[in-house]
């Protein structure tokens, strides 16, 4: 089947759906209400086009809108674009606007934002929309509710990179001429979204409230949501106990507090809500030093990692192994005609011999993410030490960390990545010799460096067709299997805890990062 | 007294540069943890921040621009939390203070009382039961203390809130606000306060009994006055000298001493916003908080001497 076809979505799908919920279940939801959610940490700020980290998408995404959303398949949805074709080539992206939408202030939206947020503020504020958009040449306002994307060459993963977070859209009669960083506006955002900043008090809580301009009728249904700032991660869990917040999002209490708060009596827990970014956690190896540029040293770490383990002890459950270099949701991901290292303690000690490692110690950077991670770096510095490899463990905090990896200054060192559903938008990223550069913990770090590597990433991100692209991406699985740059460990699957009372809480591929139009309160 | 004045100032304005050097010593900035939060950066991104938090400028630069500016009372701009630090520092002060100044005042009284009473019947069961609740708190981890507040008297007796300043949404305005806010005070206040009680329970025991071997004490008892009067005018008053000094310790401490009660309790004082900038390398808010700190600090060290001398009038400010 040709893509393009698919693409070509109408009008008539937005019948069927709204936000990702059948609207039969919308429509049962009771109007009315209060959602108290916790937010870990306290964002720095809630413009979206300026600051991307977790706690200001998962705000912010109430607040902002993109062209289009995702389902847990990444299949795109529509959201502000109603509909979008594509030539044959998958050089010329039409996208049609849906019809009065208003901003927060009362302002249409229209086509010229849409060109302002991508083509002016975000190439100059948004780091990963700026390498995402590399393949485009132009944006135009064709009339004001259609937009043009005009790329140099076919983007494989086009259609994939216009979420919320990804490409938020921004007022243009707010910003367009302004010093985007430090526009006064930034401290009271406007968006297209269901829900407006009603009131911040800093180091308590973040306020929301209901749109009542919103562009879907009768949505959202809920009039408020309360984002409370409770710093220690003990207490969250008490406050999720005693009744004070009913939405806990996933990384938020230790693991082993989630299972028991699941389940005290009207208790949820979904980990749906995290298939876009695939968050995957590997084991990263610095390929510049010696005994780690070996490949034999690297597949010994791959057979002496006792991923089950991780999963099931410092984990709880909510992580499982993983099989390679893509996460088991983002697309082209294959675990069957790859190599496979099960745990294998005597493989490790003989490739270790093999690849002349002499019993140097060698330094292991945890993530200073909490208890659950430091947990996960002890059971990985004891397989390791039980296969022969010595150990010494870094401490550090998180700015610490992060200034190691810019660096280059480990040996080895825990991170997790968000893959974006596509390889091209997420894995390449990790492994291409374009990518190495000092100064960010999430490029290529380890300093592997292949050619043919490099011209499959780069093949399989000019390419449209989802055949070849599955072709060209199996063998690069292949290879990075063989060769091994990072260890890799597990996927996350970030549990989301609620009470029961409320519904529809994840309606996307994006979850809690999408916004809450669709929840209710029983 | 104007000399010591001065010497204070000359203090604080060398506490500011040595921690600028200090915090600059830490690995990593707020750059680097900004775009790691971030997810994915770039060095244009990379770069547009440090131009933007002026940190591509020599760090002597930059020591000099903040010296100057602390000297007009200008401790700068947080660029992380997009404010600059004064208000910031400014919002969160007032739930410090009414934090951090009624455990002061709580510690001091009880403190104070038992340690009174605990050597007025030394040797007795009263004696020993304040000292065995004194040092079982005195030794019991702040941490730890406040969890169990919260999980007792929040989570399964309900009685009082264990999280934030005041009920958050409820609308409370003038009395009923106040009432809510004195709820909401009463677990972090407690906690932070059952630590120095035990402290000055100890000391003012030890001083008291100290003081009662004195000649002066058994004099004014061969002259027969009346037992409290001895305790009280004799006795307590002179024994109350550590206990101030301590006291003026304690008082210094105030604005930045409550950071895991804050945390714990979701209390937005002044301690988790050290913390938090702490974590985040946000310089200038840090070395704000640092600032008044210190201010605070060399405050209550004059206060202290001021008090030393309307309590016993044989001690002299120096000049």
Not at chain 1, 328 to 339: E, T
Not at chain 1, 393 to 422: C, P
Not at chain 2, 38 to 66: C, H, K, M, W
Request: charged content about 20%.
């Amino acid at each position: 089947m040709k893509r393009r076809n698919l693409i070509q979505w109408g009008a008539s799908a937005t019948g069927l759906t709204l936000a990702g919920v059948p609207l039969h279940l919308l429509a049962a939801g009771k109007k009315g209400g209060v959602i108290n959610a916790v937010v870990q940490p306290e964002p720095p700020g809630l413009m979206l086009g300026i600051t991307q980290n977790g706690p200001t998408q998962m705000i912010a995404g109430n607040i902002y809108e993109g062209l289009l959303r995702y389902d847990e398949n990444i299949t795109p949805m529509p959201s502000l674009a109603t509909s979008w074709t594509s030539n044959k080539e998958g050089t010329v992206y039409t996208f049609k606007l849906k019809p009065g939408v208003l901003w927060h202030d009362g302002k249409p939206f229209t086509a010229d934002d849409v060109v302002f947020s991508a083509d002016v503020f975000l190439r100059k504020t948004h780091a990963r929309l700026r390498a995402n958009l590399a393949a485009v040449e132009s944006i135009k306002a064709l009339d004001p509710l259609t937009v043009e994307f005009r790329l140099k060459y076919p983007f494989g993963p086009f259609i994939g990179i216009f979420e919320v977070g990804s490409m938020p859209m921004l007022p243009k009669h707010i910003y367009d001429g302004t010093d985007f960083l430090t526009n006064p506006a930034n401290a009271t955002p406007i968006g297209t979204g269901p829900f407006k900043l009603k009131e911040w008090v800093k180091g308590s809580y973040i306020q929301l409230v209901a749109n009542d301009k919103y562009h879907v009728k009768d949505v959202p249904l809920v009039d408020s949501i309360y984002f409370h700032v409770i710093p220690d991660a003990a207490s969250r869990a008490a406050a999720f106990e005693s009744g004070k917040v009913d939405l806990v999002p996933g990384g938020a209490v230790e693991y082993f507090d989630v299972q028991r708060l699941a389940k005290l009596p009207g208790a949820a827990l979904t980990t749906k809500g995290w298939e876009f970014f695939a968050p995957h956690a590997w084991l990263w190896i610095n390929n510049r030093k010696a005994p780690m540029n070996q490949v034999k040293f690297r597949q010994a770490v791959m057979h002496a990692v006792d991923r089950e383990a991780i999963c099931k002890v410092a984990w709880q459950g909510f992580a499982k192994p993983a099989t390679g270099p893509f996460n088991s949701h983002i697309k082209f991901h294959n675990s069957a005609d790859v190599a496979k290292y099960p745990r294998n303690i005597d493989a490790a000690k003989k490739l270790l011999a093999e690849a002349g490692y002499k019993g140097e110690t060698l330094r292991m950077l945890p993530l200073p993410y909490g208890e659950t991670w430091a947990r996960t770096a002890e059971i990985v510095r004891q397989n390791l030490l039980q296969a022969g490899i010595k150990i010494e463990m870094t401490a550090t905090d998180v700015a610490g960390w992060n200034q190691k990896l810019n660096e280059w200054d480990y040996d080895l060192a825990f991170t997790y990545v968000y893959q974006y559903g596509d390889p091209a938008l997420g894995v390449a990223r990790n492994y291409t010799s374009a990518n190495i550069a000092k100064g960010s913990p999430f490029n290529n770090v380890e300093g592997y460096s292949n050619p043919k590597i490099d011209e499959l990433f780069d093949a399989g991100a000019k390419e449209a067709d989802p055949d070849k692209r599955k072709a060209i991406y199996l063998q690069t699985q292949k290879i990075l299997l063989d060769e091994v740059p990072v260890a890799w460990l597990f996927e996350i699957n970030f549990p989301t805890l609620y009470r029961a009372k409320l519904s529809n809480i994840v309606s996307s591929g994006i979850g809690l990062n999408d916004s809450l139009s669709g929840a209710s309160v029983a | 007294m104007l000399t010591r004045v001065l010497q204070g100032l000359a203090a604080i304005l060398l506490i500011a540069a040595v921690n600028f050097v200090l915090v600059r010593a830490a690995p990593g900035d707020p750059v680097s943890v900004l775009a790691g939060e971030a997810g994915a950066s770039d060095a244009q991104f990379v770069a547009q921040l440090r131009t933007q938090f002026e940190l591509d400028r020599p760090i002597t630069t930059q020591l000099a621009n903040y010296l100057g500016r602390v000297a007009r009372f200008d401790l700068g701009y947080s660029y992380r939390q997009q404010q600059p630090v004064l208000k910031l520092i400014v919002e969160r002060l007032p739930a410090t203070l009414l934090l951090t100044g009624s455990a002061f005042a709580l510690s001091l009284l009880f403190g104070v009382t038992l340690g009174a009473l605990s050597a007025r019947r030394a040797g007795t069961w009263v004696d020993s039961g304040i000292t065995v609740v004194a040092l079982v708190f005195y030794a019991t981890p702040l941490y730890w203390l406040a969890l169990m507040a919260v999980l007792i008297f929040t989570v399964q007796l309900d009685w009082l809130p264990g999280f934030g300043f005041s009920t958050v949404g409820a609308g409370l305005r003038g009395w009923a606000l106040a009432a809510d806010i004195a709820r909401h005070l009463v677990l972090p206040a407690l906690t932070l306060a059952l630590f120095y009680m035990a402290v000055y329970a100890r000391m003012t025991r030890a001083a008291m009994l100290e003081v009662a071997q004195m000649d002066f004490v058994k004099t004014a008892r061969a002259k027969g006055v009346r037992p409290g009067r001895i305790l009280r005018a004799h006795v307590l008053r002179n024994a109350l000298l550590p206990v101030i000094t301590l006291a003026g310790i304690q008082a210094g401490g105030m604005i930045g001493g409550a950071v895991l009660t804050e945390t714990v309790f979701a209390w937005p004082g002044i301690g988790r916003l050290m913390f938090d900038a702490l974590l985040q390398r946000d310089y200038s808010l840090l070395l704000g908080t640092f600032l008044v700190t210190a201010a605070m600090a060399v405050l209550f060290n004059l206060l202290t001497d001021l008090v030393y001398t309307v309590v016993d009038p044989r001690i002299e400010l120096a000049s």
